[in-house]
């Protein structure tokens, strides 16, 4: 599969994902599901390659605190 390519293809979802899309399209205020899933999908690259280089992937808290993510 190339990379560059921006050719669309087709992925079924349960209902239980596609609502779980539907919703983060309404909150990110992004009307291209395709657009989220690739946002989430490139998250998901960034903690797993950390995972297996050593690192860690935190999220900052409010308050200044931390909360690692783990998959």
């Given at each position: 599969?190339?990379?560059?390519?921006?050719?669309?293809?087709?992925?079924?979802?349960?209902?239980?994902?596609?609502?779980?899309?539907?919703?983060?399209?309404a909150e990110l205020g992004d009307d291209d599901p395709a657009?989220?899933?690739?946002?989430?999908?490139?998250?998901?690259?960034?903690?797993?390659?950390?995972?297996?280089?050593?690192?860690?992937?935190?999220?900052?808290?409010?308050?200044?605190?931390?909360?690692?993510?783990?998959?």
């Open positions: 599969m190339n990379p560059n390519n921006n050719e669309r293809v087709s992925v079924e979802l349960n209902f239980t994902c596609a609502q779980l899309l539907a919703k983060l399209c657009a989220v899933i690739s946002r989430a999908l490139g998250l998901l690259e960034v903690a797993h390659h950390g995972g297996k280089t050593g690192r860690r992937l935190c999220l900052v808290t409010e308050d200044g605190g931390s909360t690692e993510v783990m998959f």
